[in-house]
């Protein structure tokens, strides 16, 4: 099964329609609760990200017997230091983003933590691409 | 001694003399656990449990978002917050209860806690 979202710059009231969607999918799908909380939660906190730190973009949603596998590409500044974006506490979120309850820099560890395989892929000035993967 | 403490969602509303948003059919159900923040990104590290409450002073639509994602199926708003129909529509078709009640979080929390709810953590 292939889906694709489309992510739009500055639609903060938006964020979560895709997790949201991919939520109900998975739920047909009857695939164990606890594992579509983790699939979720990392889509979700990385759409977040798209809207909060770049100027959207698009989610790539694959699913087969084995595995889901989601990959988030934006249009955006991309991030200059990757590791220390993943360090947890690192933030250069603005105030509106806190606003909305994030901006704590516990976004991408918490994504890290959820999926089987992360990989982020980013270019200063063209955007970032995290990919994540979940096993069934 | 082991044993379980929950608490059914009226108790909760009329404990904190709390009115129902959403899910006034769903009164009659438990809570085992509950969690107290005002960072989204919090309550999306906690792990799978049933049966959680979650209490903010942050009302918005990633309020309902993060509570859908964490599948948190009870949200208690202190200090009557506005909540907006945007907001009340996610909130009816994933069957969540949202509950609003005057006190402070500080209060609330507090008089939770003594009644014996357990914490996430
Ligand atoms: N898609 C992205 N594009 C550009 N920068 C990003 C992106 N995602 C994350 N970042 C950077 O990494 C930091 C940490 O992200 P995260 O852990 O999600 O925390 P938060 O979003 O709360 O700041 C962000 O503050 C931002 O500087
Ligand atoms: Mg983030």
């Known amino acids: ?136 | 001694m082991i044993y379980k403490i929950y608490m059914k969602i009226k108790e909760i509303a009329k404990l904190l003399d709390a009115t129902f948003i959403t899910g006034e059919q769903l009164a009659e159900s438990e809570i085992d656990f509950a969690f107290a923040s005002d960072l989204m990104s919090d309550v999306l590290t906690l792990k799978q449990a049933d049966r959680i409450l979650l209490i903010t002073g942050l009302c918005n639509i990633q309020t309902i978002r993060t509570a859908e994602m964490a599948n948190v199926e009870v949200v208690l708003f202190v200090r009557n917050k506005n909540v907006t129909n945007e907001m009340i529509e996610i909130a009816e078709e994933e069957n969540m209860v949202l509950l609003q009640c005057k006190y402070s979080m500080f209060r609330a929390v507090g008089m939770l806690y003594v009644q014996g709810l357990q914490p996430v953590y």
């Not at chain 1, 704590?104 to 933590?113: H, T, V």
């Open chain 1, 1 to 136: 099964m292939h889906f694709e979202y489309t992510i739009i710059e500055n639609d903060f009231a938006n964020a979560g329609t895709a997790s949201s969607a991919i939520k109900k999918t998975l739920k047909q799908l009857n695939i164990d609760s606890a594992k579509i909380k983790r699939v979720v939660v990392a889509v979700y906190e990385a759409e977040v990200n798209a809207i909060a730190h770049a100027y959207g973009g698009t989610i790539y949603v694959d699913i087969d017997g084995e595995q889901i596998v989601v990959r988030i590409a934006d249009k955006g500044p991309g991030i200059p230091d990757v590791a220390l974006a993943m360090q947890e506490g690192y933030s250069t979120a603005s105030p509106k983003v806190r606003e909305m309850g994030f901006g704590a820099g516990m976004g991408l560890p918490n994504i890290k933590n959820n999926v089987d395989k992360l990989d982020i892929k980013t270019e200063i000035n063209v955007g970032t691409e995290i990919t994540m993967a979940v096993k069934f």
